[in-house]
C-alpha cells in the first residue's frame, strides 16, 4: 500500500525558514517523480515544484523559486522541501504527491497534508 | 501563469448528470492530453478521478468521464449522488517554463 507522510510544518515568523519532509512507502521510491502541491485556507490547489526520481532535475513555481528548494534522499525513501524567506501568502497545507510512471504531471497519491503557519 | 478557469459553483439534484467546465490556453489544455480532474472532499485529500483527458483510475465509478474540446476541458458526472457533493479540480501540463502543472481554480459541486 502507498503511504505517504508529510511532517515538518508549523508557525514560523515572515522571513523564516522550515524543512517538511515525505516519508514515502509502498512503491519504489526512486523510480516515481514527486511534487509538492499547496493550498492555502479555504483556496485552490496550487502546484509547488517537482523533483524527478533521482533528484537531478527541478522545477518551480515561479512564486517560491529562489525561496524552495526540493530534494529527495532515496536511500531514505523521502522527500524535502526547504521553505527560506517565507512570507505570509505561503501560509497554506503543503502535499507531497507521487507522480504516475507514465506521465508524471498526474498525481495518483496524496499525503494527509502538513500546514505552514507564517504569521508574525 | 494563470489558472484554469473553471466555475466557482455548480449544482444538480440527486440523478441527474453536470458537467464542469475547465478553460486553459493552446499552451495547456489545448495544447497537450495531459489533463487531469480531482475530487476533494471537504478536509480531504485530493483524489485523481481523471487523467490523459478522459481516463478513469482503476475503482473510479464510470459516472465520472471526461472530454476536451480546443481550450477547454470537461467533466461530467452522470446519475448524481451525494457522495459526488465536493470540490473539484482540473489539471493539465504546462508549456510554460516557469511551471510544470498548472490547476484550475476549482469548482463546489453541491447535490441539491
Known amino acids: 500500500e502507498v503511504q505517504l507522510v508529510e511532517s515538518g510544518g508549523g508557525l514560523v515568523q515572515p522571513g523564516g525558514s522550515l524543512r517538511l519532509s515525505c516519508a514515502a512507502s509502498?512503491?519504489?521510491?526512486?523510480?516515481?517523480?514527486m511534487h509538492w502541491v499547496r493550498q492555502a485556507p479555504g483556496k485552490g490547489l496550487v502546484w509547488v515544484s517537482r523533483t524527478n526520481g533521482d533528484g537531478s532535475s527541478t522545477n518551480y513555481a515561479d512564486s517560491v523559486k529562489g525561496r524552495f528548494t526540493i530534494s529527495r534522499d532515496n536511500a531514505k525513501n523521502t522527500l524535502y522541501l526547504q521553505l527560506n524567506s517565507l512570507r505570509a501568502e505561503d501560509t497554506a497545507v503543503y502535499y507531497c504527491?507521487?507522480?504516475?510512471?507514465?506521465?508524471?504531471?498526474?498525481?495518483?497519491?496524496w499525503g494527509q497534508g502538513t500546514l505552514v503557519t507564517v504569521s508574525s | 501563469q494563470s489558472a484554469l478557469t473553471q466555475p466557482a459553483s455548480v449544482s444538480g439534484s440527486p440523478g441527474q448528470s453536470i458537467t464542469i467546465s475547465c478553460t486553459g490556453t493552446s499552451s495547456d489544455v489545448g495544447g497537450y492530453n495531459y489533463v487531469s480532474w480531482y475530487q476533494q472532499h471537504p478536509g480531504k485529500v485530493p483524489k485523481l478521478m481523471i487523467y490523459d483527458v478522459s481516463n478513469r483510475p482503476s475503482g473510479v465509478s464510470n459516472r465520472f468521464s471526461g472530454s476536451k474540446s480546443g481550450n477547454t476541458a470537461s467533466l461530467t458526472i452522470s446519475g448524481l449522488q451525494a457522495e459526488d457533493e465536493a470540490d473539484y479540480y482540473c489539471?493539465?501540463?504546462?508549456?510554460?517554463?516557469?511551471?510544470?502543472?498548472?490547476f484550475g481554480g476549482g469548482t463546489k459541486l453541491t447535490v441539491l
Open positions: 489539471s493539465s501540463y504546462t508549456s510554460s517554463i516557469i511551471l510544470d502543472v498548472v
Open positions: 509502498g512503491f519504489t521510491f526512486t523510480s516515481y517523480w
Open positions: 504527491a507521487k507522480a504516475q510512471w507514465l506521465v508524471p504531471y498526474y498525481f495518483d497519491y
